[in-house]
């Protein structure tokens, strides 16, 4: 059994018991959270159900594990002859989640 979720702008396919590292959700270190944008839920015998643009009556549970930040991406501009140039860095929060279970 799967899921396709959406949380954060980006879609994530997860299981009971994976652990994925979604964009950064507020709660603390062993709260529970509810994920209701299911776009698409498949049950062990293969049957799948696609939502239009979300499954009805479905949700992803999971348990927050940790927060972190991704590894520094640095942006560096430049224009050649003028002495322009910028440095700017940048490190995206995210959150580790475990899957519990697939609701619906």
């Known amino acids: 059994m ?3 979720v959406a949380t954060g702008g980006k879609q994530v396919r ?3 018991g994976d652990s994925v590292r979604v964009e950064l ?14 776009l698409l839920v498949s049950s062990d015998d293969g049957k799948a159900r696609i939502g239009a643009p979300h ?10 594990q940790g927060h972190g930040r ?9 224009k050649r ?4 140039r910028r440095h700017q860095g940048h490190r995206q929060g995210y959150t580790e989640l475990l ?4 609701e619906g």
């Open 2 to 4: 799967y899921a396709v």
């Open 14 to 16: 997860v299981s009971p």
């Open 25 to 38: 959700l507020d709660g603390s270190v062993g709260d529970s959270v509810r994920l209701d944008q299911v």
């Open 55 to 64: 499954v009805e009556g479905a949700a992803v549970v999971g348990t927050i």
């Open 70 to 78: 991704g590894p520094k991406i640095k942006i560096f501009k430049m």
């Open 81 to 84: 002859r003028t002495g322009y």
């Open 99 to 102: 899957i519990d279970k697939i």
